[in-house]
């Protein structure tokens, strides 16, 4: 079992632990751009640790009618390694991740196609940006549906599946990620975030219905937890949002303790 926990300072903007992709509850039409950073002791990503390193994860987008494009990103302060087998350990570096997308929102629904992409020392040609072939670009892109229900009813449901790039099934000893074909790698999850006297509480649960590689080998739930949230008051007109997850992974039998701040 894992147990990771680390107070750190943080940056702004909408935190992605384990909700990337959650649809937002209201929509603005006015054409505008939004760009921040989050502070992080740790990168969760649906029940994965990413970098194993504290991380600062800027973001910027323009938002008009509905419509969304963007990018995000999450880059460890320290270098990482990555256990390969019982005997064998790769220094991978500082993780990094970029990851532009583009949405459209209507009445709750938020429709996106995101690009993940991830700079390491184990993903093939995670160096080269502009190598987009399926069967050797380190591109992975996603497709994803999400609801937000009104404030009364506030449950956020998400599916995301890999459509294309470096999500390959099973090869020829049953091991994913090392096949020629994509895997369709589907992830689904449910919250239902709600308030306490100014706090903000979010419990969720994530699953997978078959084996990836970019998940766990099995199906089941790989992202479980609870995200409380508050804004220390620091002046009248500046703020500090806090936020602190716990994540289990039963699937890899993980729990992760996660703190960021907001600007």
């Avoid at 147990?3 to 702004?12: W, Y």
């Avoid at 992080?40 to 600062?56: L, M």
């Avoid at 019982?86 to 996106?112: I, Q, R, W």
């Amino acid at each position: 079992m894992v147990i990771s926990f680390l107070f750190i300072v943080s940056g702004k903007c909408y935190s992605q632990i384990q909700d990337e992709g959650l649809a937002e509850q209201k929509v603005s039409s006015p054409a505008q751009f939004n760009l921040g950073a989050d502070l992080v002791s740790r990168y969760i990503w649906r029940g994965k640790d990413f970098g194993n390193s504290p991380a600062i994860q800027p973001n910027v987008t323009f938002s008009v009618a509905g419509f969304k494009i963007g990018a995000w990103g999450s880059f460890g302060f320290v270098p990482y390694t990555e256990q390969i087998n019982d005997s064998t350990s790769v220094n991978m570096g500082n993780y990094a991740e970029v990851d532009p997308f583009v949405s459209y929102t209507l009445k709750g629904f938020t429709l996106a196609v995101t690009d993940f992409f991830t700079i390491n020392g184990l993903t093939p040609n995670s160096g080269n940006y502009f190598n987009y072939k399926n069967s050797t670009t380190g591109h992975t892109f996603e497709i994803s549906l999400a609801w937000a229900g009104p404030d009364k009813f506030p449950l956020q449901l998400f599916v995301g599946t890999l459509v294309y790039g470096a999500d390959k099934g099973k090869d020829s000893e049953g091991n994913y990620g090392l096949g020629t074909t994509n895997n369709y790698s589907t992830y689904f999850e449910a919250a239902y975030p709600f308030t306490i006297k100014g706090v903000g509480v979010k419990p969720f649960i994530g699953g997978i219905p078959f084996g990836s590689s970019w998940y766990c080998p099995t199906s089941g739930i790989v992202n479980a937890g609870l995200t409380v949230s508050k804004t220390l008051q620091i002046t009248k007109e500046f703020g500090l949002p806090l936020f602190t997850s716990i994540v289990v992974n039963p699937q890899s039998q993980c729990v992760f303790f996660v703190f960021g701040l907001s600007l």
